[in-house]
């Protein structure tokens, strides 16, 4: 049952995929970020490598960014990178017929695979996250109001 509801998380990331065709776009700051990342990456790698340790984490792909990279250039590869990536999983969803083997192994041939995504509800969260700073105030303030109203009577 556990490789079945991987299988259906897997199914549901391609189709989600499958969606986006060629319509992806990354923010800039989202790709300046990955490029520092991947920078500081490679320079603790460069530190282990002079410092004579053992490279502990291989790079993902491969490839090292060299300091003097031009940051537009790099912010491309990973674009394209990314891009590369879409239409792997584009090729993969058409090609694996995930929701069949799914309903197979479920042994229910009308078996319908629910794709729903997460509904963040951050308004409710803020409020409950407040709630509770407000009652912990209030229980750091009681005992001392309990006291002042113990001493007037």
């Excluded at 989202?30 to 920078?39: C, E, G, K, N, P």
């Excluded at 490279?55 to 491309?76: A, C, I, K, L, M």
């Amino acid at each position: 049952m556990l490789c079945l509801q991987h299988l259906e998380r897997l199914h549901f990331a391609l189709s989600q995929a499958a969606l986006l065709k060629d319509a992806i776009e990354v923010p800039r700051d989202i790709l300046a970020y990955m490029t520092w990342l991947r920078r500081s990456e490679a320079e603790e790698a460069t530190e282990r490598l002079t410092a004579g340790l053992p490279d502990d984490e291989p790079d993902r792909d491969g490839e090292n960014v060299p300091g003097g990279t031009d940051v537009d250039e790099v912010d491309s590869s990973i674009e394209a990178g990314l891009k590369r990536l879409t239409q792997q999983a584009i090729t993969v969803h058409k090609s694996l017929p995930l929701e069949n083997l799914i309903r197979y192994f479920m042994k229910d041939p009308y078996y319908e695979l629910v794709r729903s995504v997460p509904e963040l509800r951050l308004h409710e969260l803020y409020v409950s996250v407040l709630r509770l700073r407000i009652l912990a105030e209030l229980e750091s303030i009681f005992p001392e109001i309990r006291s002042k109203v113990v001493e007037r009577k």
